[in-house]
């Protein structure tokens, strides 16, 4: 690795106290590591129909499409027998689960810590899925969630649903992973005989050991092999990469939207609960990816009846508070987007201040009324007011504030927010201090403001204005 990179070395004080073989895969890697290595390394060239035939990885092509071919063959000669069927459904959770629980949330993510037991187990239903081993696969995955979207995730959503789904597995990769830390994988002694015996279990694990449980336990030794062997592994194959496609393609954002993952019930079925993959990638090393009970996470269930009958401990779970906020900036989000398709008053600093003398004096061409401060043309209102017309007529060329708050009739939110449309204009000095609250119509009391945007416009009202600029009549 280190070849690779610009000369960098890690901190003396990290070096000293750590093994040669023992520092991380990225102890040197730069600071613009994602950049530098995108424009240093260059990809291969991009597939076509010239070069498909030397670029596929056969190896990968065989797994993945021998499998659908051989079964459907097979069940068009083989009849299903109840008992196949539900085994058949029943080793498609253990194998899928060993790849949700196992081979993702354990090893990926070290999520939760398993007793050794449960490690075999998922170990061994693991390679039943036949998705390589789990060093490879959680080494993979890891750049994936640090490297997400980039040319560096090994199955960057951005290159389309099949390539994220499938096709990245189908040729060479185009340029190589993104560096990630897997010390911890190589260390395990479970993970290290896995892989050292990776084809031997793959075999037994998704063809021998399912023919032989329905061969022996109900004399179906063909049914046991095309359907709990062949044509489940197909549908694990499918689950399992789902993940990478539909999980980062259908459904919502619920907790950050920079990224692609989103959260679907859908993805979350097809998936045995992987489909909250938004809440996934903002809090990866959680052991959950659904936080509501009633949603679909049967993973999480499984991981969680595991510490209750003491195989499993340490579950980890992101601070609740934090959830939180992820989900109300998602939320404000969209209220913001909302409050930006509404048209809004007039701001404080496009309103020319006005004297009380020209105020009156322009009071006597057109029904201006003052409130809080503010003036307002009401002529496309007079018949329109609800109170009847001679109640405005009455306030023209007035303070009318007194009156719209409550002097006469307290007014409704919505008629103060269609009062404050009708602003022309800030009258110098007109407003009495502290009833700053009433020349903030109500819609724009929770108002959503970025961090840069400087206090509302109301802050500065009318009242603090030194200078008259409507003298010559910019009201009008
Ligand atoms: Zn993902
Ligand atoms: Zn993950």
Not at 94 to 105: E, I
Not at 257 to 271: G, Q, V
Not at 396 to 415: K, L, Q, R
Not at 444 to 464: A, D, H, K
Request: charged share 20%; net charge neutral; aromatic share 12%.
């Amino acid at each position: 690795m280190s070849s690779v990179y610009p000369t960098r070395q890690p901190p003396a004080v990290a070096k000293a106290h750590v093994a040669p073989n023992d520092l991380p895969a990225d102890a040197d890697i730069p600071d613009n590591y994602i950049e530098y290595t995108l424009k240093k390394d260059k990809p291969l060239p991009p597939i076509q129909w010239a070069n498909i035939l030397n670029e596929l990885n056969w190896l990968n092509v065989t797994v993945i499409c021998v499998p659908p071919v051989i079964g459907a063959i097979g069940v068009c000669y083989t009849s299903l027998q109840w008992r196949t069927a539900l085994f058949s459904v029943i080793y498609y959770f253990l194998t899928g689960v060993s790849m949700t629980a196992g081979y993702h949330r354990l090893w990926s993510h070290r999520s939760y810590n398993a007793s050794k037991p449960l490690e075999y187990a998922l170990a061994l239903f693991g390679a039943g899925s036949v998705q390589g081993s789990i060093k490879w696969w959680a080494r993979g995955h890891r750049a994936h969630h640090r490297y997400t979207d980039t040319d560096l995730d090994p199955y960057n959503a951005h290159k389309g649903f099949f390539y994220s789904h499938v096709g990245w597995m189908l040729v060479k990769p185009r340029r190589r992973d993104g560096v990630a830390d897997v010390r911890d994988l190589t260390k395990n002694a479970i993970i290290k005989w896995q892989h050292r015996n990776y084809l031997v279990l793959m075999l037994f694990m998704a063809f021998v050991l399912p023919t032989l449980v329905a061969g022996l336990g109900w004399g179906d030794w063909r049914g046991g092999y095309v359907y709990a062997g062949v044509v489940r592994l197909v549908f694990v194959h499918h689950s399992t990469w789902s993940v990478n496609s539909l999980a980062h393609w259908l459904g919502e954002a619920p907790f950050d939207d920079k990224h692609t993952p989103r959260d679907h019930l859908i993805t979350a079925l097809a998936t045995i609960g992987e489909g909250y993959h938004n809440f996934h990638h903002q809090f990866p090393m959680d052991y959950r990816n659904a936080i509501r009970w009633y949603q679909y996470d049967p993973t999480k269930w499984f991981i969680f009846s595991m510490q209750a009958v003491g195989l499993a401990s340490h579950l980890k779970t992101f601070p609740d508070n934090e959830v939180k906020k992820g989900q109300l900036t998602m939320q404000l989000k969209k209220l913001r987007e909302k409050q930006e398709g509404l048209v809004w008053p007039s701001d404080n600093n496009d309103l020319p201040v006005v004297s009380w003398e020209s105020f009156l004096d322009q009071a006597t061409k057109r029904p201006l009324i003052v409130v809080a401060g503010f003036i307002h043309d009401v002529s496309d209102f007079l018949d329109a007011h609800p109170g009847g017309r001679h109640f405005l007529t009455k306030t023209i060329g007035t303070d009318a504030t007194t009156a719209f708050f409550g002097g006469v009739y307290e007014h409704s939110n919505a008629a103060h927010n269609l009062l404050a449309m009708k602003r022309v204009g800030v009258l110098h000095g007109g407003m009495p201090h502290g009833s700053e609250e009433k020349a903030i119509p109500p819609s724009q009391r929770l108002r959503i403001m970025r961090y840069n945007e400087t206090g509302s416009p109301y802050t500065s009202s009318g009242s603090g204005l030194e200078q008259t600029d409507d003298e010559g009549g910019l009201m009008g």
